[in-house]
């Protein structure tokens, strides 16, 4: 399984990226994908997850309201828009898998992570 992240980059506070991350190695359209975030000196935390069709999506409470995580089984990519951009918000975004079908993982049952996208959010 390879999830290659990217759209990452700096973005003054207010502002927006668009994440994506390219899915390999299993069959998309049948995963639950999840976006997590690690920043400097802190653990990885979970950001948002999606059904694999799409049905229900998840976030944490910090993120509610400003991310969007969506996908497209066809491209075999998963996209989080971010807006209004924290400085808080700074850290690497990784994308990351499962390693079941058809089911949602809770935040520690994700097995397979992408290299993640650096978002810096600075004046």
């Known amino acids: 399984v390879q999830l290659q992240a990217s759209g990452g980059g700096l973005v003054q506070p207010g502002g927006s990226l668009r994440l994506s991350c390219d899915a390999s190695g299993l069959t998309f359209s049948k995963y639950t994908m999840g976006w997590f975030r690690q920043a400097p000196g802190k653990e990885r935390e979970f950001v948002a997850a999606?059904?694999?069709?799409?049905?229900?999506?998840f976030y944490a409470d910090s993120v509610k309201g400003r991310f969007t995580i969506s996908r497209d089984n066809a491209k075999r990519t998963v996209f989080l828009q971010v807006n209004s951009l924290k400085p808080e918000d700074t850290a690497v975004y990784y994308c990351?898998?499962?390693?079941?079908?058809?089911?949602?993982?809770?935040?520690?049952?994700?097995?397979?992570w992408g290299q993640g996208t650096l978002v810096t959010v600075s004046t």
């Open positions: 999606i059904h694999w069709t799409a049905y229900s999506t």
């Open positions: 990351a898998a499962p390693r079941g079908t058809y089911y949602i993982p809770r935040s520690n049952e994700y097995d397979y």
